[in-house]
């Protein structure tokens, strides 16, 4: 928050942006079982971009498989150090998903934050949030990711207690963390479960009414033409996930013509499932829907990679 004084004086009180380093491995397709497949540096420069980040320099690679303590090879993750190093970047995210000690060990070497992916889309879900609803299902989205990742905050205090005893102080706070982050979940879970049933007499003064429902790519315009067509004056901007919660709105072509749309979150490439899961609500509204439009951006430089997203 600034003060009176900073802004009579002119100065930006906001904080500065992150300056970013994205980092990708291009891996076979058939890697782990289908997880594998080529990185997408444009697209998490813009989901970047959208957090709040300056992205200030990139590495990629390809391998077989990653280095398991690493992800990168020793290589290339000199290269990155370099980067960092050269660029004064304080963040570096990651296309790939990293696993709870890869985070950790990468950190330990780079001495700056190192997020992946799927951390980032939270991270602008949750900043995107504007309802009761999308803020409950971003936070047990957080939840549930953060939940195997508790020990990376408290292995310093195991190390310590290593050997000593079957339960050091780590071990016990750690116990203690998780069963509030699970009680929050089941909270959650139940608040969540009330808002979508109360959505249920909604849903049945709907019935027999013609649904179409807008899905598409993030960003394509869905919100755009909700407006057009309605006077849903949804908030609609230059970014990813702009919209997180279902909106509709009845159109009327004429006496007999009439219909239900509806615009919703959009869809990008490996969605984390933590907040398919948890946003299983809002898009229960596509499920719905006795027609889908899709809507594709057609001046996007690979619409085809777009549709396939969806
Ligand atoms: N040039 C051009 N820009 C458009 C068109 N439709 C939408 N836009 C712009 O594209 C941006 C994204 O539009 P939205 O309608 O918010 O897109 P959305 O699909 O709802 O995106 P999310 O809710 O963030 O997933 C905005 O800056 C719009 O002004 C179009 O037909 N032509
Ligand atoms: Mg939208």
Redesign the pocket.
């Known amino acids: 928050m600034g003060t009176r004084r900073d802004e009579e004086q002119g100065y930006s009180t906001e904080r500065p942006r992150d300056k970013a380093v994205i980092a990708g491995v291009n891996l076979p397709i058939a890697w782990s079982g289908g997880m594998g497949g080529e990185a997408d540096l444009p697209e998490l420069a813009r989901l970047v971009d959208t957090a709040g980040a300056d992205v200030v320099g990139e590495v990629e690679q390809n391998r077989h498989r990653p280095v398991p303590s690493t992800y990168l090879g020793k290589g290339r993750l000199e290269d990155l150090q370099e980067l960092v190093e050269q660029t004064d970047a304080n963040l570096v995210v990651f296309d790939n998903d990293l696993s709870p000690a890869q985070g950790k060990n990468l950190e330990n070497i780079l001495e700056v934050n190192v997020i992946d992916r799927t951390e980032l889309i939270l991270d602008i879900f949750a900043s995107h949030a504007s309802t009761r609803q999308s803020s409950l299902q971003v936070e047990l989205a957080q939840l549930q990711y953060m939940l195997p990742r508790l020990t990376r905050l408290w292995s310093h205090l195991e190390r310590q207690a290593g050997g000593i005893g079957t339960r050091g102080p780590g071990e016990t706070q750690l116990e203690t963390d998780r069963r509030l982050v699970n009680k929050r979940i089941t909270a959650l879970r139940s608040q969540l479960k009330d808002i979508a049933s109360s959505r249920i007499t909604q849903v049945r003064s709907r019935e027999g009414v013609f649904k179409t429902s807008l899905i598409?790519y993030?960003?394509?315009?869905?919100?755009?033409?909700m407006n057009g067509l309605t006077d849903a004056k949804v908030y609609?901007?230059?970014?990813?996930?702009?919209?997180l919660d279902a909106t509709t709105r009845k159109v009327e072509l004429d006496e007999r013509r009439r219909f239900l749309l509806t615009?919703t979150?959009?869809f990008i490439r490996r969605l984390p499932h933590h907040l398919v899961e948890s946003f299983k609500a809002t898009l229960q509204e596509v499920q719905d829907a006795d027609l889908m439009i899709h809507?594709v951006e057609a001046?996007s430089e690979d619409p085809e990679h777009q549709i396939r997203s969806v």
């Open positions: 598409g993030t960003n394509a315009g869905k919100s755009t033409l609609v901007k230059d970014q990813l996930f702009a919209t615009d979150v959009g809507v001046s």
